[in-house]
């Protein structure tokens, strides 16, 4: 099963990708001006032959950190009646290069995983701060399932409600499942 991840609001919200830092640039210079090795690659030799003068443009990130980010697609169309959720703008969240999850433990086995998760989860909150006016409140929400039928069992009982303004992102956190976090501003 796939675990998904949500934002709701009352009104709609940006899309796309955020929070990345990449620079574009065409095939073309990518080979001649930062790796001449990726000619002799069989994903680049597939993208000359479909585009001989490497025109296109690609994404380059430096590191891993810099291809972690967020990713927010909607609004949903349809969704099934028992859905948790009040607000009707109903928007799928991926974690892009990391998770929503952090530990202590994470942190010393995988430094460069839990900093990726870091940034995804500061992205989700910096997103959240820039797109929730004041007195405005959004729902997330994460469970697993295939369709629709994802939002069938009722949330668990600890859901959260959380201030903005006084929430402070430690070494720890983590997105349950099942769980309904409201944000107010």
């Not at 830092?21 to 210079?29: F, L």
């Not at 080979?31 to 994404?59: C, F, H, R, T, Y």
């Not at 942190?107 to 940034?119: D, I, L, N, T, V």
Request: charged content about 30%.
């Amino acid at each position: 099963m796939t675990q998904y991840y949500y934002i709701a609001s009352s009104r709609e919200l940006p899309t796309g990708s955020f929070g990345k830092n990449k620079t574009v640039m065409t095939i073309r210079d990518y080979i001649e001006k930062v790796n001449p090795s990726a000619k002799d690659q069989i994903v680049m030799q597939a993208l000359l032959e479909k585009d001989p003068e490497g025109d296109q443009l690609m994404d380059i990130y430096e590191t891993e950190l810099d291809a972690a980010g967020l990713y927010i697609a909607g609004p949903m169309k349809s969704v099934d009646a028992s859905c948790p959720f009040q607000h009707s703008y109903i928007y799928q969240v991926d974690p892009d290069g990391g998770s929503f999850e952090m530990s202590d433990a994470k942190k010393r086995s995988a430094p460069e995983s839990f900093q990726c998760s870091k940034k995804c989860i500061t992205e989700l909150f910096r997103y959240i701060d820039r797109h929730l006016k004041t007195g405005e409140e959004l729902e997330l929400y994460s469970c697993t399932a295939y369709g629709f039928e994802r939002f069938s069992d009722l949330p668990n009982q600890d859901d959260l409600m959380s201030d903005l303004s006084t929430f402070q992102l430690g070494d720890n956190f983590e997105w349950k499942e099942r769980q309904l976090i409201r944000i107010r501003k």
